[in-house]
């Protein structure tokens, strides 16, 4: 999910009913969770105000002549209203498909908002995934994707990042930064992403990524007690003024100096959970030229975290394993941060247990990074294995 929860013995009182908590001592656990509810990025909501509906248009009859720029299967400049029945009810359910650029976000939406598969010759509907057997290795024969078994993780319409370009942040002088763009270059261009090749979509793929650069922040809010709202009011600044040029692959990993205490959601960092990734819609900010903004919150892994975010041996390693928890998250559930409803922008989770990397937990292993460095990561699940693994 979204962070990698330290629930402390405080937490256990205030809350006696939390799973995966042992009141003894604090443990590294998946998102503090209680019963009937279901806990996401940024939202929490009980089931009985869970609806699967979209924003449709106002009924009513609307010009057809208008002559799509293209197809709404292929990515490129915005389509006009009235051009296409389904480009109509992504436009209305995302405007900026209609007033930006039609990118890979809003083919995405050919398939979870109006239920038709682009890879189809015909325009016979094609509901979206309803279930976890919905999806089988025969559908990857046909369209020439890798195996995809169906799994504890369940695809519901949102984005993915295809290609992840990670632009790491430096809120003030962070510990390990030069290590940290070895370990980013590394790790994703090595086997820890080619296992998440299983994770297609019905518009996009999963391949391995790169390492763009290193930014040392300037004009940080004061003070040394952030809100992920202050986080996300500098980043739309620094795409205002052209700093960072988010594309549908980029990821912002943002690592903090030592002395740091964040909130999120009400909730507190190396107090609740060691890290979290956050998805911003940017869509309004004239000059952006993609729809969100992917990033990711990584507190520094002393003081009150050192111990509580992992079990190896070096505060390195385990800040590696938190990082790679949340880059994974964020490449095969990107826009989780907007969700609202058991849907879309929801890609690949699992409302019970939820994102790829919650489901493992705390479970280090190693990989070698395509730099020839071996890194601490996160085992992450794979459906095709039934398992947490590395590769």
Not at 146 to 167: D, F, M, R
Not at 177 to 201: H, I, N
Request: aromatic fraction near 8%; proline fraction near 5%.
């Amino acid at each position: 999910m979204h962070a990698v929860a330290v629930v402390v013995a405080a937490a256990v009182a205030a809350a006696s009913t939390l799973v995966h908590a042992s009141p003894a001592a604090p443990v590294v656990v998946l998102d503090k969770k209680l019963p009937g509810v279901r806990y996401m990025d940024h939202v929490v909501f009980a089931p009985g105000a869970v609806s699967a509906a979209l924003p449709e248009a106002a009924a009513g009859h609307l010009d057809r002549r208008a002559t799509c720029a293209h197809s709404i299967c292929t990515t490129g400049t915005k389509l006009a209203k009235g051009c296409d029945p389904c480009a109509d009810k992504i436009i209305a359910a995302d405007s900026f498909c209609g007033s930006t650029s039609w990118d890979s976000i809003c083919v995405g939406e050919v398939a979870s908002v109006c239920g038709l598969s682009c890879s189809s010759t015909t325009t016979s509907v094609k509901p979206p995934p309803t279930s976890t057997t919905t999806t089988t290795s025969a559908t990857a024969t046909t369209t020439g994707k890798p195996p995809q078994k169906a799994g504890l993780l369940k695809y519901y319409g949102g984005p993915v990042i295809s290609n992840v370009e990670v632009t790491m942040l430096l809120w003030g002088a962070a510990n390990f930064a030069s290590d940290l763009e070895g370990f980013y270059a590394g790790v994703t261009d090595s086997t820890y992403f080619d296992m998440l090749a299983q994770y297609w979509t019905p518009t996009q793929s999963i391949g391995r990524g790169k390492f763009i650069k290193s930014i040392s922040l300037t004009g940080l809010p004061s003070g040394t007690s952030i809100d992920d709202s202050n986080i996300q009011s500098y980043l739309r600044g620094l795409v205002s003024a052209g700093t960072i040029t988010p594309n549908a692959n980029s990821y912002y990993p943002i690592h903090f100096a030592p002395g740091y205490s964040i909130t999120q959601g009400g909730q507190g960092s190396c107090q609740v959970f060691c890290a979290y990734h956050g998805t911003i819609d940017i869509s309004d900010i004239s000059v952006a030229k993609t729809k969100y903004l992917f990033y990711g919150v990584m507190p520094d892994q002393g003081g009150s975290c050192a111990g509580g975010c992992g079990s190896a041996a070096t505060l390195f390693q385990n800040l590696c394993s938190v990082s790679s928890h949340e880059l994974v998250e964020a490449t095969t559930d990107a826009a989780v941060g907007l969700a609202t409803v058991v849907g879309s922008p929801l890609a690949w989770y699992n409302t019970a247990q939820g994102e790829i990397g919650d489901i493992c937990n705390a479970q280090q292993g190693t990989v070698l990074g395509g730099n020839g460095i071996t890194y601490t990561v996160q085992k992450e699940y794979s459906n095709n294995a039934a398992a947490c693994v590395l590769a």
